[in-house]
């Protein structure tokens, strides 16, 4: 049996384990070894390949990025700026037909910026938005499937740990793909705004219960928003926190190390300031924080010693050659890739899925001369549709748990988030056909 033969077949293995519940980092490892063993005929050589992928991955001190934008997040959500965000949109579109859908999408949107986690903005506003809008004659459905389907910002919109991954995964600079999320995560917020716009205006009765509930809690929420007058304590420290990290790292002030340490340190200051940390609940950011980590780095070093099992067996070129041959060329085979992704989003959640694809289609992908920075766009996009899509939808298992309503069912999230998940493909479709969307602000950067 060929090298590639032996690596396509364990791909295959590795698929079949994860789907009968074997955790993703260990089934990286495990099939890695035993893949580097069988091509080479040593074992030895199988145990250097684990040695020095896990020596020469996170030893480096650009993967401190990591807990620092996670701390972040965690102490962003503690302080409260997610309602913060919410409050604001609420006031800015309240008079909007669906309004608060559009201003749910667009707190998400704010809190993204500051957090770079979906499943962080799935939880929070599932508290904050969710409990609002049916008050205010929104169905439950159109609320939760709004809030599953705006948190998908969390992972496009700079910060993003998604990006963070992709980036140290490909090699890229992790500001050029920051830069990059900018212009989709803009047209994505209004894809999304349009949508609800759309679906009050010719189809209410998916959105709401009655026009005259809705109208009259449109004057008690503007009543609310002019009685409002701490509203810039609001704002304040969520444009701070926006302009520290992501000012300082596009003026290149910071590196985005030193972002995230700024922004973590700024966001502590700020939950300090407003007494939401006790030392337990410190103490439990610490450790959620410590968590995420460790995984994310554990599954780091597991996808190094699979991409460089891949490079042995010389799979890649191989694919590339094939997709050549077959007359499919470049967009076949992204085409290909993008159906993968988003299949396997049904299954395993959105990091386990870069993880796995993006080595194995990278160095494939690199014999077309392709942009990397527009393909890592492309890829947490395809990625982040799959956090919407049954039966593993985690962001939508997220506002499941988050609720715990009897009234809420899984399916009704679903379906209420279907919407958003179609338009996260026109999104996609629309950033394939047309890159500059993604690529123009990073070859404009200073």
């Known amino acids: 049996m060929e090298a590639f033969e032996i690596a396509l077949v364990s791909v295959f293995a590795m698929l079949l384990l994860i789907y009968f519940g074997m955790h993703i980092s260990v089934t990286l490892a495990l099939i890695s070894f035993v893949g580097a063993?069988?091509?080479?005929g040593n074992a030895t050589i199988a145990f250097s390949l684990l040695l020095i992928a896990a020596e020469k991955t996170v030893n480096n001190f650009v993967f401190a990025v990591i807990p620092l934008f996670v701390l972040m997040g965690f102490l962003v959500a503690a302080a409260g700026m997610g309602r913060?965000?919410?409050?604001?949109?609420?006031?800015m579109l309240r008079k909007v037909r669906g309004g608060l859908g559009m201003a749910t999408v667009v707190a998400n949107a704010i809190f993204a910026s500051i957090t770079g986690a979906s499943v962080a903005s799935a939880s929070v506003f599932s508290k904050v938005a969710v409990p609002e809008m049916m008050r205010h004659g929104y169905f439950g459905r159109f609320a939760v499937g709004t809030v599953a389907g705006s948190s998908v910002l969390g992972m496009l919109i700079p910060p993003s740990v998604l990006l963070?991954?992709?980036?140290?995964?490909?090699?890229?600079?992790?500001?050029?793909?920051f830069i990059a999320g900018i212009g989709p995560g803009i047209l994505l917020t209004i894809a999304f705004c349009g949508l609800i716009y759309i679906m009050a205006t010719f189809f209410p009765r998916t959105v709401q219960?009655?026009?005259?509930?809705i109208d009259e809690a449109s004057e008690?929420?503007?009543?609310?928003?002019?009685?409002?007058?701490?509203?810039?304590?609001?704002?304040?420290?969520?444009?701070?926190?926006?302009?520290?990290?992501?000012?300082?790292?596009?003026?290149?002030?910071?590196?985005?190390?030193?972002?995230?340490?700024?922004?973590?340190?700024?966001?502590?200051?700020?939950a300090l300031a407003r007494r939401a940390l006790t030392w337990r609940s410190f103490w439990n950011v610490l450790l959620d924080s410590g968590n995420i980590t460790a995984t994310l780095l554990f599954l780091i070093c597991s996808a190094s010693m699979y991409s460089r099992m891949l490079?042995?067996?010389?799979?890649?070129?191989?694919?590339?050659?094939?997709?050549?041959?077959?007359?499919?060329?470049?967009?076949?085979?992204?085409?290909?890739?993008?159906?993968?992704?988003?299949?396997?989003?049904?299954?395993?959640?959105?990091?386990?899925i870069m993880l796995i694809m993006v080595p194995l289609f990278l160095a494939a992908l690199k014999f077309f001369e392709i942009d990397l920075v527009w393909f890592g766009i492309v890829t947490v996009i395809a990625t982040e549709i799959g956090l919407l899509t049954p039966p593993l939808g985690i962001a939508v298992y997220v506002v499941h748990s988050t609720l715990a309503r009897p009234d809420i069912t899984l399916?009704?999230?679903?379906?209420?988030?279907?919407?958003f998940a179609l338009a996260m493909l026109f999104v996609l479709i629309l950033i394939i056909a047309f890159p500059p969307i993604a690529t123009w602000l990073v070859s404009v950067k200073l």
Not at 84 to 91: E, K, L, N, P, S
Not at 209 to 213: G, L, V
Not at 317 to 346: K, P
């Open 209 to 213: 219960a009655a026009r005259e509930a």
């Open 164 to 177: 963070i991954i992709y980036a140290l995964i490909a090699e890229e600079s992790v500001g050029d793909l």
């Open 220 to 270: 008690e929420v503007e009543e609310e928003a002019l009685s409002a007058s701490d509203i810039w304590r609001k704002a304040l420290p969520i444009t701070s926190l926006v302009l520290l990290v992501l000012g300082g790292l596009y003026g290149g002030v910071f590196t985005p190390v030193e972002a995230g340490a700024a922004g973590a340190l700024l966001a502590l200051i700020f």
């Open 411 to 419: 399916k009704d999230i679903f379906i209420g988030s279907a919407p």
């Open 37 to 40: 063993w069988v091509i080479k």
């Open 311 to 352: 490079g042995m067996s010389g799979l890649p070129s191989e694919m590339a050659a094939i997709f050549d041959n077959l007359g499919a060329g470049f967009y076949g085979m992204l085409a290909f890739y993008v159906l993968v992704v988003i299949v396997l989003g049904t299954i395993i959640d959105s990091v386990s």
């Open 84 to 91: 913060d965000a919410y409050d604001i949109g609420q006031i």
